[in-house]
């Protein structure tokens, strides 16, 4: 089993990683920075997010452990205590060898076009446009139509695990992630007599696609997770559900509702 292993840099995540290191090669498994099967984080959803973007090139080969260590940790299935236990289910050895069930997560899928160039990316939790300025002016087109002109603060668009996040904030839908599905949440529109949006929340489905354009000069600040991207001479982005899926090793069952309730009720 090659596995890497990533924390959030903090006393008690660094200690977790040598620790898990430690049983790990006492078990047999071979730390592999280039072509691991597991990678495993330790910290945060932070964590995970960094994990993800580090992996990005081969995440339909890998998948993903999170192991939290204080914060949220709404990706991490493991609390700090309980790495002996994990390591044997990883391996394969000890007292709780277990083989993982791969549960698969849709993403999101991202083409910025600037009139300097274009680029590709891939979100685990959201894409989101911000006015640097101000109001932001942007189109909106689903499916080639053009479905409002946006004047407000910005747009996120989150993926199904990442609806949990950014997009709860902005009072947008829990979705499942086994509803394979975009979800566009308004930041702070303007609706008046002049200006209008839709004002509630969008599924797209899997096979639609969203265009937002720019509709004046404007500085904005794209953001894709943790990844800020300045852009002042963009001209649209366009976004769809990735034909990519991120793949978490469950060990044991931890249903998302019961995350959900966990993370944000109990
Ligand atoms: P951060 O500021 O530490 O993250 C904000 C919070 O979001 C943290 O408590 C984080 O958990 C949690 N989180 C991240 N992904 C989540 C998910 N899928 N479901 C539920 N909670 C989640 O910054 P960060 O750790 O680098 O994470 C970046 C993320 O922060 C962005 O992707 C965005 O979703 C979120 N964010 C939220 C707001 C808002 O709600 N107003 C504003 C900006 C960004 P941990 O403590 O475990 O890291
Ligand atoms: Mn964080």
Same mark, same amino acid.
């Given at each position: 089993?090659?596995?890497?292993?990533?924390?959030?840099?903090?006393?008690?995540?660094?200690?977790?990683?040598?620790?898990?290191?430690?049983?790990?090669?006492?078990? %047999?498994?071979?730390?592999?920075?280039?072509?691991?099967?597991?990678?495993? /984080?330790?910290?945060?959803?932070?964590?995970?997010?960094?994990?993800?973007?580090?992996?990005?090139?081969?995440?339909?080969?890998?998948?993903?452990?999170?192991?939290?260590?204080?914060?949220?940790?709404?990706?991490?299935?493991?609390?700090?205590?309980?790495? @002996?236990?994990?390591?044997?289910?990883?391996? %394969?050895?000890?007292?709780?060898? #277990?083989?993982?069930?791969?549960?698969?997560?849709?993403?999101?899928?991202?083409?910025?076009?600037?009139?300097?160039? &274009?680029?590709?990316?891939?979100?685990?939790?959201?894409?989101?446009?911000?006015?640097?300025?101000?109001?932001?002016?942007?189109?909106?087109? +689903? #499916?080639?139509?053009?479905? $409002?002109?946006?004047?407000?603060?910005? =747009?996120?668009? !989150?993926?199904? /695990?990442?609806?949990?996040?950014?997009?709860?904030? =902005?009072?947008?839908?829990?979705?499942? @992630?086994?509803? $394979?599905?975009?979800?566009?949440?308004?930041?702070? &529109?303007?609706?008046?007599?002049?200006?209008?949006?839709?004002?509630?929340?969008?599924?797209? @489905?899997?096979?639609?696609?969203?265009?937002?354009? !720019?509709?004046? $000069?404007?500085?904005?600040?794209?953001?894709?997770?943790?990844? #800020? +991207?300045?852009?002042?001479? =963009?001209? &649209?982005?366009?976004?769809?559900? !990735? &034909?990519?899926?991120?793949?978490?090793?469950?060990?044991? @069952?931890?249903?998302?509702? #019961?995350?959900?309730?966990? !993370?944000? =009720?109990?």
């Amino acid at each position: 089993m090659r596995y890497y292993v990533l924390d959030r840099g903090d006393d008690l995540s660094v200690e977790l990683s040598r620790q898990f290191q430690k049983l790990a090669s006492e078990r %047999g498994m071979q730390l592999d920075a280039d072509n691991p099967e597991i990678v495993v /984080s330790i910290g945060g959803d932070g964590t995970m997010l960094h994990a993800f973007h580090m992996f990005i090139d081969r995440i339909s080969s890998l998948a993903f452990v999170g192991v939290h260590t204080g914060h949220l940790g709404f990706y991490a299935d493991w609390k700090a205590d309980e790495l @002996p236990l994990l390591v044997d289910y990883m391996s %394969g050895t000890g007292k709780n060898p #277990n083989k993982p069930r791969i549960v698969r997560y849709p993403l999101l899928e991202l083409e910025i076009h600037k009139k300097t160039g &274009s680029s590709a990316h891939i979100a685990l939790n959201e894409f989101t446009l911000k006015g640097v300025d101000g109001t932001v002016v942007i189109q909106v087109d +689903i #499916n080639d139509v053009t479905f $409002e002109m946006f004047r407000g603060d910005g =747009l996120c668009l !989150s993926t199904p /695990s990442g609806s949990t996040a950014y997009n709860k904030s =902005l009072g947008g839908a829990m979705v499942h @992630p086994s509803i $394979e599905a975009l979800q566009i949440a308004e930041i702070a &529109s303007i609706n008046n007599r002049v200006f209008r949006t839709m004002g509630s929340p969008l599924l797209l @489905p899997k096979h639609h696609h969203c265009d937002i354009f !720019s509709r004046k $000069e404007q500085r904005l600040m794209l953001t894709v997770d943790h990844l #800020n +991207i300045p852009v002042d001479d =963009l001209v &649209s982005v366009r976004c769809q559900v !990735s &034909s990519q899926q991120v793949s978490f090793a469950r060990y044991r @069952p931890f249903p998302f509702w #019961n995350r959900v309730r966990e !993370s944000f =009720l109990v």
